[in-house]
């Protein structure tokens, strides 16, 4: 047991210096002027990443948010600095895909519904992972507090919808295979139609696996198992994976709360779980948030537990307003907006560490977590 606890601690170091390494991109030097082609991987209101045949550049132009989903197709005439675009012209191809229609289907019906460009961005990122409808300051406000992974669709939200279509599918069906089948179909579908994202690929193949043991197996679940079999059918059918950086904090974040992670128990353990879960997070992938965004958000941990009442609140009475619900506005809007602004509080620069300084005090505070955790797991035993 020893061994196979060192071997864990050892993987996850190893798997984390391999992330930072593959995440980081090298920019191209020098200007030039010229016509770049390819699909549209991420769309936010400040543009949209481009992947052509030389990479993915970033096409700097907020007209993209009102016009174009991910995976549509762009051809941009206009001036390159580096991986950065500064277009003269465009022309949008949009997706024939059923997915990329229904999803755009979602966003005009958005459009029409939730008047609130705050409300709107919110509801269609939580529930569709329609980033470009987030407002600049909103997004703003979500990167200085250190909460941005709550506007990506990943674990948490694709661990809610599955609870919900298992619990409606049992509710109807029972309790049986046809309910496990169902819910994990609708976890598909869901996957498919908020973009299939690889961090949102990764949450669906791990509720899936939960869903489909439960259903056919039941008992305690491997989560270390189910782990490496995302890894590896992500590898297998998105070949990019690694090097998407919502990827990276995605496989990166679930690993370290299996190797580090635990149930933590008292009467507060629902508010300390969710900022333990933080902390473990914010430390284990340290390295990796640093060469990503400059620096860590200290202050990370305690505005994501903050945020969890307003981001369900958000969510449910998004779904409803969307609806038609229309007493539903009067709610969400203002929470929408106290959401925002308890961010715009918390927000600050991020901590930036040398690195000489950053791997050692971060080896460190992982072997304090790994001693924590194994600490805790033998204390519950005789509580």
């Given at each position: 047991?020893?061994?196979?606890?060192?071997?864990l601690?050892?993987?996850?170091?190893?798997?984390?210096?391999?992330?930072?390494?593959?995440?980081?991109?090298?920019?191209?030097?020098?200007?030039s002027?010229?016509?770049?082609?390819g699909?549209?991987?991420?769309?936010t209101?400040?543009?949209?990443?481009?992947?052509?045949?030389?990479?993915?550049?970033w096409?700097?132009?907020?007209?993209?948010?009102?016009?174009?989903?991910?995976g549509?197709?762009?051809?941009?005439?206009g001036?390159?600095s580096?991986?950065?675009?500064?277009?003269?012209?465009m022309?949008?191809?949009?997706?024939?895909?059923?997915?990329?229609?229904?999803?755009?289907q979602?966003?005009?019906?958005?459009?029409t519904?939730?008047?609130?460009?705050?409300?709107r961005?919110?509801?269609?990122?939580?529930l569709?992972?329609?980033?470009?409808?987030?407002?600049v300051?909103?997004?703003?406000?979500?990167?200085?507090?250190?909460?941005?992974?709550?506007?990506?669709l990943?674990?948490?939200?694709?661990?809610?919808i599955?609870l919900?279509?298992?619990?409606l599918?049992?509710?109807?069906?029972?309790?049986?295979v046809?309910?496990?089948?169902?819910?994990?179909l609708g976890?598909?579908?869901?996957?498919?139609?908020?973009?299939?994202?690889a961090?949102?690929?990764?949450?669906?193949?791990?509720a899936?696996?939960?869903?489909?043991?439960?259903?056919?197996?039941?008992?305690?679940?491997?989560?270390?198992t189910v782990?490496?079999?995302?890894?590896?059918?992500?590898?297998?059918?998105l070949p990019?994976?690694?090097?998407?950086?919502?990827?990276?904090?995605?496989?990166?974040?679930?690993?370290?709360?299996?190797?580090?992670?635990g149930?933590?128990?008292?009467?507060?353990?629902?508010?300390?779980?969710?900022?333990?879960?933080?902390?473990?997070?914010?430390?284990s992938l340290?390295?990796?948030?640093?060469?990503?965004?400059?620096?860590?958000?200290?202050?990370g941990?305690?505005a994501?537990?903050?945020?969890?009442?307003?981001?369900?609140?958000?969510?449910a009475?998004?779904?409803?307003?969307?609806?038609?619900?229309?007493?539903?506005?009067?709610?969400?809007?203002?929470i929408?907006?106290?959401?925002?602004?308890t961010?715009?509080v918390?927000?600050?620069?991020?901590?930036?560490?040398p690195?000489?300084v950053?791997?050692?005090?971060?080896v460190?505070?992982?072997?304090?977590?790994?001693?924590?955790?194994?600490?805790?797991?033998?204390?519950?035993?005789?509580?």
């Amino acid at each position: 047991m020893e061994l196979s606890n060192r071997f864990l601690l050892i993987l996850f170091t190893a798997l984390t210096i391999l992330l930072v390494t593959r995440g980081e991109e090298i920019p191209c030097s020098g200007t030039s002027h010229g016509v770049w082609r390819g699909r549209l991987t991420t769309v936010t209101a400040r543009g949209g990443m481009l992947s052509t045949e030389e990479g993915n550049l970033w096409v700097s132009h907020r007209s993209l948010a009102a016009l174009s989903l991910k995976g549509d197709s762009l051809i941009v005439f206009g001036r390159r600095s580096g991986m950065f675009i500064s277009p003269f012209s465009m022309r949008l191809r949009s997706s024939s895909t059923l997915f990329s229609y229904i999803r755009r289907q979602f966003k005009g019906r958005l459009l029409t519904t939730i008047h609130d460009p705050v409300s709107r961005g919110l509801t269609g990122g939580l529930l569709m992972g329609l980033r470009g409808l987030i407002p600049v300051e909103t997004a703003t406000a979500f990167k200085q507090s250190g909460t941005s992974h709550l506007l990506a669709l990943s674990g948490l939200h694709t661990g809610i919808i599955a609870l919900i279509l298992l619990y409606l599918a049992r509710m109807i069906f029972g309790k049986g295979v046809l309910s496990g089948s169902l819910a994990v179909l609708g976890i598909v579908l869901f996957v498919a139609l908020s973009g299939g994202r690889a961090s949102t690929v990764r949450a669906g193949i791990m509720a899936s696996f939960a869903v489909l043991w439960m259903t056919f197996r039941g008992g305690r679940l491997h989560l270390l198992t189910v782990w490496w079999a995302a890894l590896i059918l992500s590898l297998v059918f998105l070949p990019g994976t690694l090097e998407d950086k919502g990827a990276q904090m995605s496989y990166g974040a679930v690993l370290s709360l299996i190797v580090f992670g635990g149930n933590l128990r008292g009467r507060l353990a629902a508010l300390y779980s969710p900022l333990y879960a933080g902390v473990i997070i914010t430390i284990s992938l340290a390295p990796l948030m640093t060469s990503i965004y400059g620096g860590i958000s200290w202050l990370g941990p305690v505005a994501t537990v903050i945020s969890l009442p307003f981001m369900l609140s958000v969510m449910a009475m998004g779904f409803l307003s969307f609806a038609g619900i229309t007493v539903m506005f009067v709610l969400l809007d203002p929470i929408s907006h106290w959401w925002v602004g308890t961010l715009q509080v918390l927000g600050h620069d991020p901590v930036t560490v040398p690195q000489f300084v950053l791997y050692p005090v971060w080896v460190v505070l992982l072997v304090g977590l790994r001693v924590f955790s194994k600490w805790n797991r033998f204390n519950r035993r005789f509580r």
